[in-house]
């Protein structure tokens, strides 16, 4: 039974005596501590081989199998009174400072993705035919056959700002049948191991073929001996973090990164007609309460045609709207670091309002739930915490040039158009760099299917071999056996595998 | 409405404020009361700031980088300073009219004669500081000159950083002349840099022991961005390097935004890195206030907020964006507010517009 109050997951078939115990103390909480263990670097060869082993029996699965039992453990997660989940709140709770009700909705929001019609989708999306991933298909463009291989091991490098976004690199990496080591953030550390626990108890298969630790930012041995074992590596966080592992990548690495990005919205005069103030501000409310506004498909301001609902009436309207949400959705607890970086911020916006009342104005509530703030131009850090800037722009074509320096770093846009200025704003908006379009009000409703920063995720990790130009390569009979099925009965036999022929990787 | 610079009330203003500072007796209480009048009537706004917040709160440091408040549109504006990049990627600007200036000159010297020179007679003062030559636009190089050119030998005493880094035969020539001749000697500049002198001097074999009646006094430790040195970490070097034991080194917190300065009042450790309070006086008061409301705190962390009755030309309160614990003994400056981390992976704008505004 695994250790309830700790970070970090251990298959049972690693050798305990060669872990060792730490305390993960996070920066912005120091009163409180997180227990976990972890390999010197020396043994995370010894470590590895045992993934490699649980990642063959993995690979043995179909991928039908591993859809299935990620759709079981994930509507178990959806599930607001799944033991597992209501421990990982109370932790996470403590650890981020959210409120129980931010907590819940970031895990609503982002367990709900993960179900099997949605894994299928993703995987049709990004690799065609998901039985790809269990054996060669046939592949009419190539008049050929196709296959695709995942990474024995997937390195991960998570992130803690969204309360259950660490089961989605996880997912990514078991779909193509990978082996992970995750590194969970001091930020939120608690959620990972957390869901890998739930996973080995409807899995072991899979569970079996994850690592969740902990290492410091600045132990680069640790980094190093898990980048010398992973043949992929994904990465969340800032141009700091994610610079020193690129510089310690190996060119034979796949990498896949999520880097820090900007989000925004976008209403048209025309869009506030048809849909009203406040039913747009009550979606934009949700928008920016959601994740607390920690997720890089957060807005961190909405730009606002001017017109006869003016940017200063919507930014009234909205302030209701966040008040209205705040109620039954509270920010929690700042930290003193943000406390004091919002208290900052909030001060010098009220100054700005003071000096010049025709640009600026602020609506705030009494802590810190929530602020909005017309303002002339863009905020300079992307701060969250519910602090949305509404910005007036001339044309909505005047959005798209004020949102074009932050270019490839772009990513969400929450657009309130219609009709053809919707698909010509789509189109420079696409064009500017933005990675995904949504109605506001679904901003933070992203899909697994959404091309993450742009990129194909899940394709990014596997590695193909085709063949082409052979006779042996036309289509047979067992072409037509489809991998959209349930099959847990695989899984429970590899699980009796693994029981039989229990490996003791780090003990060789 | 609007007081001019030149309009008698000034004249008196000015006149109570430079008293005070040179320790003449007065009422603070009064000066502050007409620097409230001065700054409502020629900066209306503030009082919608101060009802949006709370009365006396200051300007946050941040504004000086966009649009820095002056209070006597008709006066000549005398000097510049930019602040210090450790404030935020854009520079800020601080002007001083004349009278403004000659304010922060007494008040500058008023501190500096409390805290430091008290007891000593012309020691020779080191400046581990720019020449006010070399960084017209650098308030601590204006104010560590002003201090050496009032209290120090004119012979003995150098600036020992250069372009280039320590100037070492004038450091050199001056340490040991006030070795030889057994003068006090005292130690001014940047906390990174005085740190940096005394390892390279352990390094190189030419640790001394300084005079009787020696000291050190470093300022912007808490704000270095390089990494801070921690109080007890530098005077184990000072004590290493120049033989200055316990009582012999002060540090003070000033600000481009400020006139006055605030040195330690007490060697006992108040901040998580040894940081010692600083308690002010008549002229200037620091405070700490709760972030959640703004409202100041007797005990315990929360940001940092100056008043300084030296300050004519613009709101005389600055909300400094430090972070800071209040004690029994005053408060203990212990680090900037992280402004610039995004929480989450939602981007700092600035980073990737270099720190320029992007216009509509």
Known sequence: ?508 | MALSYVDPAVDRLCADIAALASGDPGDAGDVEARLIELAAANFPAITGFWRRTRPGTGVPDVVYKTAPPFLFDDAHRARTFRTSSTTGRVAGEVTYSERGLRLMDVSIVAGARHAVFAGLDRPVVVRLVPSAAAAPHMVMAYGMELIARTFGDPVLSTCALGPDGFVWPALRLSLDSAIAEERPVVLMGGTSAMANLCRALIENGEVRQLPAGSRAVDAGGAKSRSGAVATDELRALLDQAFGLGGGTHLNLFGMTELASQLYDSADVALGPRGERPKAGHAMVRARVRHPDDLSPRECGAGLLDVADLCVIDRPYAVLTGDWAVAGEHGVAVTGRVDRTSARGCSLVLDGITGGGRIDA
């Not at chain 1, 060119?251 to 880097?259: F, M, S």
């Not at chain 1, 798209?400 to 789509?426: H, K, M, S, Y």
């Open chain 1, 1 to 508: 039974m695994p250790d309830p109050s700790a970070v970090t997951w251990f298959p049972s078939w690693v050798d305990r005596a060669h872990l060792r115990s730490f305390d993960l103390f996070a920066p912005d909480r120091p009163d409180l501590a997180h227990r976990g263990e972890r390999p010197e670097p020396a043994r995370w060869p010894a470590v590895a081989e045992g993934l490699r082993a649980a990642r063959s029996r993995l690979a043995g699965l179909p991928v039908a199998a591993i859809i299935d039992v990620i759709d079981r453990v994930c509507t178990q997660w959806t599930d607001r009174e799944f033991p597992h989940r209501l421990a990982a709140r109370r932790r996470i709770v403590a650890a981020t400072g959210f409120s129980p009700e931010a907590v819940d909705r970031s895990l609503d929001v982002e367990l709900a993705n993960y179900r099997r019609a949605t894994l299928y989708a993703t995987l049709r999306r990004e690799l065609g035919d998901p039985a790809v991933l269990d054996r060669f298909r046939p592949d009419p463009e190539l008049a050929g056959r196709t296959r695709a291989h995942g990474p024995e091991i997937t390195g991960v490098i998570l992130t803690g700002n969204v309360p259950g976004l660490p089961a989605l690199p996880i997912i990514r990496a078991l779909l193509v049948k990978s082996a992970v080591i995750a590194k969970v953030a001091s930020g939120e550390p608690a959620f990972a191991a957390a869901f890998v626990a739930s996973l080995a108890e409807v899995a072991p298969a899979l569970a079996d073929a994850v690592v969740v630790t902990y290492w410091r930012r600045d132990d680069h041995g640790s980094l190093d001996a898990v980048l010398g074992v992973a043949d992929a590596v994904i990465a969340y966080g800032g141009a700091e973090a994610c610079r020193a592992i690129r510089a310690r990548l190996r060119p034979e690495h796949r990498y896949v990164e999520h880097p820090h990005t900007f989000s925004a919205g976008v209403l048209t005069q025309r869009y506030l007609a048809e849909r009203g103030l406040a039913g747009t501000a009550a979606a934009v409310a949700r928008d920016v309460a959601t994740f607390n506004q920690h997720a890089c498909i957060a807005p961190q301001a909405y730009l606002v045609e001017e017109g006869e609902h003016s940017p200063r009436r919507f930014a009234e309207v909205l302030a209701a709207a966040m008040a209205a949400d705040a109620e039954g959705h509270p920010l929690g607890e700042l930290s003193d670091r943000a406390a004091a970086a919002a208290a900052l911020q909030r001060t010098a916006d009220v100054w700005r309002a003071a000096t010049d009342e025709s640009s600026w104005s602020t609506w705030t509530s009494a802590g810190f739930d929530w602020t909005v703030v017309l303002a002339p131009d863009l905020p300079e850090s992307g701060g969250g915490n519910r602090v949305i800037r509404v910005v007036p722009v001339r044309t909505a074509g005047a959005a798209v040039d004020l949102l074009r320096p932050v270019g490839a770093r772009l990513q969400n846009i929450g657009l309130g158009a219609t009709g053809a200025q919707f698909r010509e704003l789509a189109e420079r908006f696409a064009a500017a760099g933005a990675s995904r379009i949504c109605e506001p009000g679904r901003m933070a409703e992203p899909s697994m299917m959404w091309r993450h920063d742009g990129m194909p995720c899940v394709a990014g990790l596997v590695r193909w071999c085709d063949i082409e130009m052979h006779q042996e390569s036309r289509a047979s009979e067992e072409d037509d056996d489809g991998p959209d099925r349930p099959d847990s009965a695989r899984v429970s036999e590899a699980s009796r595998h693994r029981r039989s022929d229990r490996l003791h990787a780090a003990r060789r």
